[in-house]
């Protein structure tokens, strides 16, 4: 039972820091990244490729990292440019064409077969003792990304970021360049989804193409909207109360709805679409959100001219 | 077979391919030009028709099975638009999208949920292929292309001849203007997911007869159907099935070329090329740009 709960706790954790990245990208600057799920997979076949090639894990964690931003960054300056809608179905043909890579160059990836025998953290322990000291890394690296996207958010930058999401037109009148501060913040949330992705592949010790299905991101968004956007805490409650449905459902269906494997992750995301839905209409500021001024209110049946 | 009729047959299947996109391109071109926002469960709409026309079919025939899965699927999209996104308008239009990728979620999955992931075929006969010279046609493909043609006439018709096409074309010209000009955009909207879900709905019988029908049929075509859109200028409609049509073809040399597994990452790279150079489009002139 203990062993259980670790491992639902450092799945958790790894979630928790994919929805601060997501956090910071559509909370904080309102910026539609459909395509999560692409920068964790990076991160994580970085960070499995260095290791199994000899590198030391902690090199592999910052190069995910990089990873993640670097990929993050010609996307962001190609799509932020355009209408903010954009991104939304550049993002998910961006996810989908990094499985595709994944799955056909085998030469680097391994293709379907995945990348078995990833390096653990803490390797010179086993069972437990090993598992509980990794939820505790992630407790400790969890604390240390909120604390410094805390700061962000309430530096100039990130107050910058609020504005923008809030009323872009008025900080492009202050004289701001918007699209630079958007670019940043997609590259910094994308990072963090990255080096989620390197504590996720150290922690599974083997990663393939099918563990970075889109199911992936949808999870994440329905964390964050649910937790309220733009709430970091909001967002982690959120990831925990994610968890708690995705396991709890699985308890049920063990005891009484007894479906398939594919029915009942079918199921679970019917019920995610529907949330979704939901709380956009019922509560936009999530849980815990404080609730926002709407970003500035557009013309009925129209939309706010770009300038 | 030379190899200049085998790359004239490729060209031919990937006008036959681009054909299907263009159907759900101009869908999602409509909408994105008059409800101003980019539709993401477009493409899930596809399955669904595929699905209620193959539940239909044994009892009716394909014929009317088709037309009630086409309706049913019409319907379905008003009455999300009723339930859903109508009550979004006047807010940012960003919770559009993301509840809009709540319907699709819930539709594919509930797809999954009722019938796996199996695939299904309609009970049509099989037809040999026709030849004409050394390229060939499959019966059914010539049905899709004929199809196909005869909406994109009737779309154009509709758009520059009925008094709701007028409506919308100054819709999606200038909302304000056509409201102050006492154009009911409710209306509007209305006749727009009538149109364009009818021809995803289309679109997924289509499909369902090319090839087979599975839960990821439709988000199979979004990305190539959204590439369409930028490539020919999204909300332009004229453009957007040229572009279906180069990204239908490019999508087959790529499967030639290439590899088969890569025909989304050429529409992805064709629709990224296109952002980079010119992102109003082949024929777009609005600005998305900012």
């Not at chain 1, 322990?125 to 604390?147: D, N, Q, S």
């Given at each position: 039972?203990?062993?259980?709960?670790?491992?639902?706790?450092?799945?958790?954790?790894?979630?928790?820091?994919?929805?601060?990245?997501?956090?910071?990208?559509?909370?904080?600057?309102?910026?539609?990244n459909f395509g999560h799920v692409a920068?964790f997979a990076?991160?994580?076949?970085?960070?499995?490729?260095?290791?199994?090639?000899?590198?030391?894990?902690?090199?592999?964690?910052?190069?995910?990292?990089?990873?993640?931003?670097?990929?993050?960054?010609?996307?962001?300056?190609?799509?932020?440019?355009?209408?903010?809608?954009?991104?939304a179905l550049?993002a998910i043909g961006f996810g989908e064409v990094t499985r595709l890579?994944?799955?056909?160059?085998?030469?680097?990836?391994?293709?379907?077969?995945?990348?078995?025998?990833?390096?653990?953290?803490?390797?010179?322990?086993?069972?437990?003792?090993?598992?509980?000291?990794?939820?505790?890394?992630?407790?400790?690296?969890?604390?240390?990304?909120?604390?410094?996207?805390?700061?962000?958010?309430?530096?100039?930058?990130?107050?910058?970021?609020?504005?923008?999401?809030?009323?872009?037109?008025?900080?492009?009148?202050?004289?701001?360049?918007?699209?630079?501060?958007?670019?940043?913040?997609?590259?910094?949330?994308?990072?963090?989804?990255?080096?989620?992705?390197?504590?996720?592949?150290?922690?599974?010790?083997?990663?393939?193409p099918d563990m970075f299905l889109p199911m992936v991101t949808f999870h994440v968004w329905i964390?964050?909207?649910?937790?309220?956007?733009?709430?970091?805490?909001?967002?982690?409650?959120?990831?925990?109360?994610?968890?708690?449905?995705?396991?709890?459902?699985?308890?049920?269906?063990?005891?009484?709805?007894?479906?398939?494997?594919?029915?009942?992750a079918?199921?679970?995301l019917?019920?995610v679409g529907?949330?979704?839905?939901?709380?956009?209409?019922?509560?936009?500021?999530?849980?815990?959100?404080?609730?926002?001024?709407?970003?500035?209110?557009?013309?009925?049946?129209?939309?706010?001219?770009?300038? | 077979?030379?190899?200049?009729?085998?790359?004239?047959?490729?060209?031919?299947?990937?006008?036959?391919?681009?054909?299907?996109?263009?159907?759900?391109?101009?869908?999602?071109?409509?909408?994105?030009?008059?409800?101003?926002?980019?539709?993401v469960?477009?493409a899930d709409?596809?399955?669904?028709?595929?699905?209620?026309?193959?539940?239909?079919?044994?009892?009716?025939?394909?014929?009317?099975?088709?037309?009630?899965?086409?309706?049913?699927?019409?319907?379905?999209?008003?009455?999300?638009?009723?339930?859903?996104?109508?009550?979004?308008?006047?807010?940012?239009?960003?919770?559009?999208?993301?509840?809009?990728l709540?319907?699709a979620l819930?539709?594919r999955y509930?797809?999954?949920?009722?019938?796996?992931?199996?695939?299904?075929?309609?009970?049509?006969?099989?037809?040999?292929?026709?030849?004409?010279?050394?390229?060939?046609?499959?019966?059914?493909?010539?049905?899709?292309?004929?199809?196909?043609?005869?909406?994109?006439?009737?779309?154009?018709?509709?758009?520059?001849?009925?008094?709701?096409?007028?409506?919308?074309?100054?819709?999606?010209?200038?909302?304000?203007?056509?409201?102050?000009?006492?154009?009911?955009?409710?209306?509007?909207?209305?006749?727009?997911?009538?149109?364009?879900?009818?021809?995803?709905?289309?679109?997924?019988?289509?499909?369902?007869?090319?090839?087979?029908?599975?839960p990821y049929?439709?988000w199979h075509?979004l990305i190539?159907?959204?590439?369409?859109?930028?490539?020919?200028?999204?909300?332009?409609?004229?453009?957007?099935?040229?572009?279906?049509?180069?990204?239908?073809?490019?999508?087959?040399?790529?499967?030639?070329?290439?590899?088969?597994?890569?025909?989304l990452?050429?529409?992805?790279?064709?629709?990224?090329?296109?952002?980079?150079?010119?992102?109003?489009?082949?024929?777009?002139?609005?600005?998305?740009?900012?």
């Open positions: 039972m203990t062993s259980y709960l670790v491992a639902v706790g450092i799945i958790a954790l790894i979630y928790g820091l994919l929805a601060l990245g997501l956090n910071l990208q559509w909370g904080h600057t309102g910026l539609v920068f990076i991160g994580a076949y970085t960070s499995a490729l260095l290791t199994l090639g000899g590198a030391p894990i902690i090199v592999g964690i910052l190069a995910a990292l990089v990873a993640g931003g670097l990929a993050a960054y010609p996307l962001g300056w190609l799509t932020i440019r355009l209408r903010e809608d954009y991104l550049v890579f994944l799955e056909n160059e085998s030469w680097l990836t391994n293709g379907p077969s995945g990348l078995p025998g990833i390096p653990r953290f803490f390797a010179f322990w086993t069972g437990l003792p090993r598992e509980a000291a990794y939820m505790g890394l992630l407790v400790v690296v969890v604390i240390v990304v909120y604390a410094l996207l805390e700061r962000l958010v309430a530096s100039p930058f990130g107050r910058t970021l609020r504005a923008i999401r809030d009323n872009e037109i008025a900080v492009i009148a202050l004289g701001k360049d918007t699209v630079h501060f958007k670019l940043r913040s997609f590259v910094i949330g994308a990072a963090i989804a990255g080096m989620a992705g390197a504590f996720y592949a150290h922690y599974m010790t083997f990663i393939s964390a964050v909207i649910i937790g309220g956007s733009g709430h970091n805490l909001g967002v982690l409650v959120g990831t925990g109360l994610l968890m708690v449905f995705l396991e709890g459902s699985r308890f049920l269906n063990d005891f009484g709805l007894n479906l398939d494997e594919s029915r009942f079918a199921l679970r019917v019920i529907l949330a979704l839905v939901l709380v956009i209409l019922k509560r936009p500021e999530g849980l815990f959100g404080a609730s926002r001024s709407r970003k500035g209110r557009e013309v009925p049946g129209g939309h706010v001219a770009s300038p | 077979m030379t190899d200049l009729t085998f790359l004239l047959q490729t060209i031919l299947d990937g006008l036959v391919t681009g054909a299907l996109i263009a159907l759900v391109a101009l869908g999602l071109t409509l909408v994105f030009g008059i409800a101003r926002f980019v539709h469960a477009h709409l596809l399955t669904v028709a595929a699905y209620m026309t193959l539940l239909a079919e044994p009892h009716l025939g394909f014929g009317l099975a088709a037309v009630l899965g086409v309706a049913i699927t019409v319907a379905l999209s008003l009455l999300i638009h009723r339930t859903v996104y109508r009550r979004l308008v006047g807010g940012p239009s960003i919770s559009l999208v993301i509840a809009s709540g319907v819930a539709l509930l797809v999954v949920f009722l019938w796996g992931t199996g695939q299904h075929a309609f009970g049509l006969p099989i037809r040999r292929a026709l030849w004409f010279g050394p390229f060939r046609i499959a019966p059914y493909e010539l049905m899709i292309v004929a199809t196909v043609v005869a909406l994109m006439v009737a779309v154009y018709l509709v758009l520059r001849l009925t008094s709701v096409g007028r409506d919308m074309r100054a819709v999606a010209d200038n909302p304000n203007l056509a409201r102050v000009c006492g154009i009911s955009p409710e209306r509007v909207i209305t006749w727009m997911w009538v149109l364009a879900a009818g021809l995803a709905g289309v679109a997924g019988v289509l499909v369902g007869v090319q090839t087979v029908i599975t049929m439709g075509l190539p159907a959204f590439a369409a859109a930028v490539l020919g200028g999204v909300g332009h409609p004229f453009g957007t099935v040229v572009g279906a049509l180069i990204i239908g073809v490019t999508q087959e040399l790529a499967a030639l070329y290439w590899m088969p597994t890569y025909k990452a050429a529409a992805f790279l064709v629709m990224t090329i296109m952002l980079l150079i010119r992102p109003s489009g082949l024929f777009g002139a609005r600005e998305v740009a900012r």
